[in-house]
């Protein structure tokens, strides 16, 4: 495994990168000035905008919630990317070679980036075929299900051709290899050589959280198709199934939106969910939902995603009951609210909307049950409650559940609730919870299924903060806090006009608000890096973690210059005023000094009197910069 990204590559991609065409691929962006920009915060509703983004220094910050940030921390809010990702993405979007820390180039990125492309080179290629003659097989399996042709294209439904190796010849004449294709998981090999793996299938292509097409599950169509019902890629460098969920790339946006992850069964489940308005529906790939797929989820949820919602819908069957009890198994890993939505009459959310529209579809999520109470009730169905002894082994086996409940204003309810469904005392059950929550097993269980909270990978942020410590909205409004906040704002925002010597001099000087004062001594400590590219981010660095959020603040707040010739002397304008501010102040300590010395003590005098020429010497020179 590589080792981390060399920091001097991450500095390179960044000082490449301008942020407003990142950004601008999610939000409509206008100009607010010179060097700024602004529009609809995406990571919060608003009707006028105070998102804003400084290209020049990297920075964005939204003045409405809070959200701040560089190009890289946007990717990963915004697509739910690991720090890594975002650089990796940024790197292949300006076509730059990334090295790891232990000397060598990326071992798989040139090779990541050949099966990404051939991926996506047989996703069009499967679309194009769904489109002719021998597709009619395809084309009347999805028109079954009440899926028209908008409806595949949004999707990305194809169709493999019933051929030996009609993807593959297409692909070579692509120029892509065949140890490429097979490195995708595209063909496999036999006594005759390599052939497609898809053939005579309905095809759906299986994106990764950034809608990069990673693999694909294909459903079987014909009689003589000796092959599974669903047939999707092995395990390839780019696909793995334990971390992919379907419709993930489509639902991200409004799932964390809403708060809400809608975890169905099938990719025509997921589809038909899609269509009846439940945009925040997923399905896994070929595996039952794992400990992988709960931190895919809680990533798009937020980690900390308390109020969120988490609902499973399951068949009614043996089967639908054994993967609800395995999700429950997990169920403590989350931090939001489990549910549990079973349609009537054993339909899954595909049927639901053939036989009942999409109203129905929609009423199955809105009318979930919670986990606890699902569960709950599934164990008791597993003995007779008719009996003493039945229901002695119904509670034995439904305490521990009550027990897990995380919510301790929740468990009461519950203990109440089984009380009722088991027609016993309610002193009994208590008993039995109690005892269930204080055993070792009980203690067990509760060590595996509260984890402590993800560490923090590189450059990961924590969770945000709705109240932040230190806020530019909230400095003071007197006449000497605006001066050095917009000192401050010059010098971070246009470090090139306001000059280097100037910005050594103006950060030497004495300021009335700590805060600002800080970021003042995190400018001074880094400024002969000012020339370098990421400038900017060691001085977000140097100050205290409370005061980093400041910086970003101060680095995209609005200057009121329009022009470029205006921003210049502006820029320069007020670092002199702070400057000459602290000239004259300088000069009022040497004259009351002054006044109070004996003007029989000459050298002191004489002294006094010299520093006082000089600082007026200083002043008319500096009014002639």
């Known amino acids: ?47 006028s905008p105070s998102f804003h983004v400084r290209p020049q220094v990297g ?69 194009d075929q769904l489109r002719t003659g021998g597709a009619e097989p395809g084309r009347r399996f999805l028109g079954e299900r009440g899926f028209d042709a908008n409806a595949a294209a949004h999707f ?11 993807l593959t010849k297409h692909l070579r004449s692509r120029g892509f290899k065949d140890d490429e294709l097979a490195a995708a998981g595209l063909v ?36 003589d198709d000796p092959g599974p019902k669903y047939l999707n890629t092995p395990e390839t460098p780019v696909y793995h199934k334990a971390q992919v969920l379907y419709g993930l790339d489509l639902a991200k946006r409004d799932i964390s939106r809403a708060r809400q992850i809608v975890v169905v069964e099938g990719y025509t489940d997921v589809m038909a969910c899609h269509l009846a308005g439940v945009t925040t529906a997923v399905a896994t790939c070929g595996t039952a939902f794992g400990v992988d797929h709960i931190k895919v989820v809680r990533r798009v949820l937020g980690d900390d995603s308390v109020g969120g919602e988490v609902i499973f819908t399951f068949d009614p069957d043996a089967a639908g009951q054994k993967a609800a009890m395995r999700a429950f198994s997990e169920e403590q890993r989350f931090a939001a609210q489990t549910y549990v939505a079973v349609a009537p009459d054993g339909l899954d959310p595909c049927d639901l909307r053939i036989h009942r529209g999409d109203d ?39 305490a521990p559940v009550v027990a897990d409940i995380r919510d301790a204003a929740l468990r009461p309810g519950y203990t109440r609730e089984l009380a009722r469904m088991l027609g016993a005392e309610l002193g009994d059950v208590q008993r039995a919870v109690s005892g ?19 560490p923090l990978r590189e450059g990961e942020t924590a969770p945000v903060v709705e109240q932040r410590p230190y806020s530019i909205t909230e400095l003071p409004g007197d006449p000497a806090t605006r001066l050095e906040r917009d000192a401050i704002m010059a010098m971070l925002q246009h470090p090139s006009l306001v000059g280097v010597d100037l910005i050594r001099r103006a950060t030497q000087t004495g300021f009335s608000n700590a805060s600002l004062g800080v970021v003042r001594d995190g400018i001074a400590s880094t400024v002969d890096t000012i020339a370098q590219p990421d400038w900017l981010g060691r001085v977000v660095t140097e100050v205290p973690e409370p005061l980093r959020d400041f910086v970003q603040q101060l680095a995209v707040a609005p200057i009121p210059e329009r022009s470029e010739r205006e921003l210049a002397g502006y820029a320069r304008g007020v670092a002199l005023s702070l400057i ?18 004996d003007a029989t003590d000459r050298e002191t005098y004489t002294a006094l009197q010299r520093g006082l020429v000089q600082l007026e010497a200083e002043r008319r020179a500096l009014r002639e910069e």
Request: overall charge positive.
């Open 1 to 47: 495994m590589a080792g981390r990204i060399r920091q001097g590559d991450i500095d390179e991609v960044k000082s490449r990168t301008n942020i407003a065409d990142i950004v601008g691929d999610y939000v409509s962006l206008k100009s607010a000035g010179v060097g700024s920009m602004k529009g609809l915060c995406p990571f919060h509703d608003e009707r």
């Open 59 to 127: 920075f964005y910050h939204c003045f409405g919630c809070g959200e701040s940030g560089d190009v890289i921390s946007f990717l990963q809010r915004m697509d739910h990317v690991t720090f890594a990702d975002a650089i990796e993405r940024l790197a292949a979007r300006i076509g730059f070679e990334l090295h790891y820390e232990d000397g060598g180039a990326t071992p798989d990125q040139g090779n990541r980036a050949r099966l990404l492309a051939a991926n996506s080179a047989a996703a069009e290629f499967f679309v």
């Open 156 to 166: 990305g439904v194809g169709f493999a051709p019933k051929s030996w190796d009609e």
């Open 188 to 223: 496999s090999s036999g006594d005759r050589g390599i052939y497609d793996r898809f053939r005579g299938r309905l095809v759906w292509p299986i994106r990764d959280i950034t809608g990069q097409t990673v693999g694909f599950g294909a459903r079987k169509l014909l009689d």
């Open 360 to 398: 129905a579809v929609r009423r199955l999520v809105d009318e979930k049950r919670p986990m606890f109470e699902f569960v709950i009730k599934n164990q008791l169905a597993q003995y007779d409650l008719e009996t003493v002894e039945g229901r002695a082994a119904g509670l034995r086996a439904a």
């Open 436 to 454: 269930a929550s204080s055993g070792p097993a009980a203690r067990g269980r509760r060590e595996i299924r509260e984890p402590a909270a993800a």
């Open 580 to 597: 000459d501010r602290d000239l004259l102040r300088r000069k009022s300590e040497l004259l009351g000094r002054l006044q109070r010395t």
